[in-house]
């Protein structure tokens, strides 16, 4: 029975010892290699506010893989997937907001993604 659980909490990422979960995704948008981020910056009240610091930790960035907006629009996709259930309607809205925001703020249309692909016949 312990090493049935042991392997379980081995493969879900848990720590055995202390019993409480590593936190990887905290870890990577606090020490990303790829955007230097405000602190706090998720947390901030505005949208506005929120995509103006991530447009300026991605156009500061020097160890970024991709264009700016690509990078700042990455990082807010991926704290919003990675808080999941957990975050609070008002916050995902204002974070969702904040992608309206970025886009603007870059010139990118909404739509603007799939006017690029080829459609299916």
């Known amino acids: 029975m312990a090493d049935r659980r042991h392997r379980r909490a081995r493969r879900s990422g848990a720590a055995l010892a202390s019993g409480t979960r590593r936190r990887w995704s905290q870890r990577v948008t606090e020490t990303s290699n790829a955007l230097d981020l405000e602190p706090g910056v998720f947390a901030l ?40 259930r957990q975050l609070p309607a008002a916050q995902r809205a204002r974070l969702e907001a904040a992608k309206e925001e970025l886009r603007a703020l870059f010139g990118r249309p909404r739509g603007a993604r799939g006017a690029t692909r080829r459609r299916r016949s």
């Open 45 to 84: 009240a505005d949208p506005r506010r929120i995509a103006r610091s991530l447009k300026r930790s991605a156009e500061r960035s020097q160890r970024r893989k991709a264009e700016p907006f690509r990078s700042a629009m990455s990082m807010l996709t991926f704290y919003l997937n990675r808080a999941g």
